[in-house]
């Protein structure tokens, strides 16, 4: 058992999840089908990177990781993640969203049918 070769000496579990459920994420990478994702051939890219999703649950993996299930919008998959592969945008450091600007008060309708400027959408002035 001493063998195990684990990416990462940390265990995630000795701290609280980095996320939590219903917060708004992006995806920091692509996302291939590793063949666990039924109905796509290994391979098939099930998320792009910076495609925008929501946690919609939370589980460990090897007793070390955390696996943030992810409901991606656009591609409607759900994906099993890590917490280096996402990147928050609820709770961004002020500092960023300062440096952000404008395009800050754009994310509060990432990820949401209710999108500044999309054509078609009921509502959108």
Known sequence: MADVNREDAEVE????????????????????NDGTYNGRDIGDVLVG????????NINTFLQQYYIYA??????????GMRAKELCTLDKLPEEV???????????HSLGSAKSIGMPNNPGTP
């Not at 999840?17 to 992006?26: D, H, K, N, Q």
């Not at 969203?97 to 994310?107: F, H, I, K």
């Open 49 to 56: 990177k910076g495609e925008i999703g929501y946690v919609i």
């Open 13 to 32: 579990l000795a701290y609280p999840p980095r996320f939590s459920y219903g917060e708004c994420v992006i995806s920091r990478s692509v996302v291939r």
């Open 70 to 79: 992810v409901d991606f919008v656009e591609s409607g998959h759900r994906v």
């Open 97 to 107: 969203l300062a440096q952000l600007g404008v395009t800050a008060d754009v994310l």
